[in-house]
């Protein structure tokens, strides 16, 4: 029972669907505790994902250790409301079809059928102010807060060039 188990587990972690052991050993080495908690709350494959778009900046030659940090925990305001999948489904499909209505939406109470819109609109600002309440650098709560911005002018010229590449890699991972 236990090798059928073990071989899903390989599985799941090779379609990135939940972290490696190693890859979360390398998250713990980044964050301070109090963010590794907070990192630790993201659902599997959400970790997995932040894992993956902090492996890929760092082989881009990032290494300042606000933008790694903030690589690994750009999606922690997830953690405020997980999404099942079929949730994550409406956000995909909503933003595909009424891209004209996100933002409206996005703005509504996180309950009901627009719960993964809303999350996606929102998580950016969530995940700033959790960030931030764990003891994150004002530069980490910047860059989490504004991750998915495409006009990030209160950053830094470097801030801006770490949130374009960033966002490059989030958008394919």
Known sequence: ???????A???RRAWGEIPSDEGVARAKAVLTPAL???FTQLLPYEQAHSISV???LVEQGFSQPDFIMAALLH????SRFPLRPWQRVVGVL???????RITQWGKSQPTGLLLGVVVAEQHAQWGAELAK?????ESVVRLIANHQDPNFSQLSDEEGSFIIALQAVDKIS
Do not use: E, T, W
């Open 1 to 7: 029972m236990r090798r059928i188990f073990y071989r």
């Open 9 to 11: 587990d390989q599985f």
């Open 36 to 38: 590794f908690d907070l």
């Open 54 to 56: 902090f492996d890929q």
């Open 75 to 78: 999606d922690v305001g997830k």
């Open 94 to 100: 909503a933003q595909k079809f009424f891209p004209n």
């Open 133 to 137: 309440a764990a003891g994150a650098s």
